[in-house]
């Protein structure tokens, strides 16, 4: 059932190149870095490795898996897409819109699968939040706040932004059911390097008037990762860090009388979201459907980073 080549060993690539090979699915690695490429060699003595890319893609394996740095994202996924491959490309999908478009079109006009690695999409604890929104119970949703906060690596290439908030976005996205963008806020403090902030915060308008607040920062005391849905019956809190939903029967009437009628806490299924995405992606290489986050998706999580990356540099 050899399906996917994984290109990057780095410290996610493993993660991927794991996740695939107990699936049954890896049929080779693609690593320019000789270190990188002995360590794969020494873990899985039998996997076809590659130095060179363009020489993968004449296999004839269906798809790739790019877990490459952001920069190179868009070029491999396009040779990929040429070369007939699905693709699957780890997140941010590309460092701008254009590029990200470009791809989800051409890989539409082709009848090629391609899908985005926002993890988070496929938390089982997600997957709950937006299937009880859905349901109606809680009520309109009025607006989503996350916060991905902790001492972190600080990076030289990149800011907390475009290295913490892809999760965030795609997450606010799917709670909100997918909303047109209508405006975004943001500003920033770049603390320690000039021009690279490593604490952000920027709000979102929809159409039809939802909101969400998104919060990154690696230069914070504290290890924070929490979603926060407010809603016209009831609000939602997942704490990612302890995996535990609570969900508050509490809100305000149309006397503007506070309402509590206490708060329950959710048992969710404690699986691997990442065991759970690279399943998906290799189901839908078999099944031609349409991945839950595809090149749409990526789209627009990378319209909300580039605005807000603008709206940083000039205000």
């Known amino acids: 059932m050899n399906q996917v080549i994984v ?13 695939f090979q107990d699936l049954g699915a890896l049929a080779g690695v693609v690593e320019v870095n000789p270190d990188l490429r002995s360590k794969i060699a020494a873990t899985y003595p039998d996997l076809p490795l590659y130095e060179n890319y363009q020489q993968a893609l004449t296999e ?4 790739v898996v790019l877990a490459t740095p952001a920069s190179t994202h868009y070029q491999l996924a396009l040779m990929a897409l040429e070369a007939g491959k699905d693709v699957f490309v780890e997140k941010p999908m590309t460092l701008r819109t254009e590029e990200a478009r470009h791809l989800a079109e051409y890989a539409e006009q082709q009848s090629r699968i391609l899908m985005v690695g926002h993890l988070l999409l496929y938390q089982p604890a997600i ?3 937006q299937e009880y929104l859905a349901s109606g ?3 309109k949703v009025f ?5 991905r906060a902790k001492l972190g690596k600080v990076r030289r290439e990149e800011n907390v932004w475009w290295s913490f908030a892809p999760h965030d976005i795609s997450v606010v996205l799917e709670l909100l059911g997918q909303p047109q963008l209508k405006q975004v806020r943001a500003s920033g403090q770049a603390l320690l390097q000039p021009g690279i902030e490593d604490n952000v915060y920027v709000d979102l308008e929809f159409e039809g008037g939802q909101t969400a607040h998104i919060h990154s920062s690696w230069y914070w005391p504290t290890l924070e990762r929490k979603t926060i849905v407010i809603a016209e019956k009831q609000m939602l809190v997942y704490d990612e860090v302890s995996q535990q939903i ?13 309402r509590d009628q206490g708060s329950y806490q959710v048992e969710v299924a404690d699986t691997q979201p990442l065991k759970i995405e690279c399943e998906h992606f290799l189901d839908c290489v078999k099944t031609r459907q349409r991945p839950h986050s595809d090149g749409w998706n990526g789209v627009a999580v990378v319209e909300i980073l580039e605005k807000a990356t603008e709206l940083l540099k000039h205000g």
């Open 246 to 258: 609570t969900v508050y029967d509490k809100g305000v009437d149309e006397n503007l009388n506070n």
């Open 143 to 147: 607006h989503v706040m996350t916060q």
């Open 7 to 19: 290109v990057g060993a780095g410290n996610w690539g493993r993660n991927l190149i794991r996740n």
């Open 137 to 139: 119970k809680a009520g």
């Open 127 to 129: 997957t709950w939040m």
């Open 60 to 63: 004839t394996v269906p798809a």
